[in-house]
């Protein structure tokens, strides 16, 4: 099993994937009280003008405030904007494989 893992970690330090991508972290960058980026998250499970709840492969993100929007999204990345008044991530335990 050691070996599965360490041929793993050695095709993506040869492939240079980023640690966060390929463990499929998600990564929120909070610029200020108004504007967010997530990347690599699962889905959304909540979106009202003051709360939007993101599923994220490990858990939840929830975002609280006044005026929220996602101006836009792909696949692996959204943008929201508004007043933040309260930023939760909640993390799921990670099983052991």
């Known amino acids: ?3 599965r893992y360490q041929w ?3 095709l993506l330090s040869a492939l240079e ?3 966060d991508l390929a463990e499929k ?3 929120v960058t909070i610029t200020g009280k108004n ?3 997530i990347e690599n ?3 959304l499970l909540r979106y009202t003008k003051e709360e ?3 599923l994220t492969f490990r858990g939840r993100i929830t975002l ?3 005026n929220l929007e996602i101006p836009w999204y792909t696949t692996e990345e959204m943008r929201v904007s508004g007043r933040f008044f309260l930023i939760i991530l909640e993390q799921q335990e990670a099983k052991n494989e």
Request: aromatic fraction near 4%.
């Open 1 to 3: 099993m050691q070996k």
């Open 8 to 10: 793993r970690d050695n």
């Open 17 to 19: 994937v980023p640690g």
């Open 25 to 27: 972290e998600t990564v």
């Open 35 to 37: 504007h967010a980026v």
């Open 41 to 43: 998250y699962k889905s």
């Open 52 to 54: 939007i709840i993101i």
């Open 64 to 66: 609280q405030g006044s």
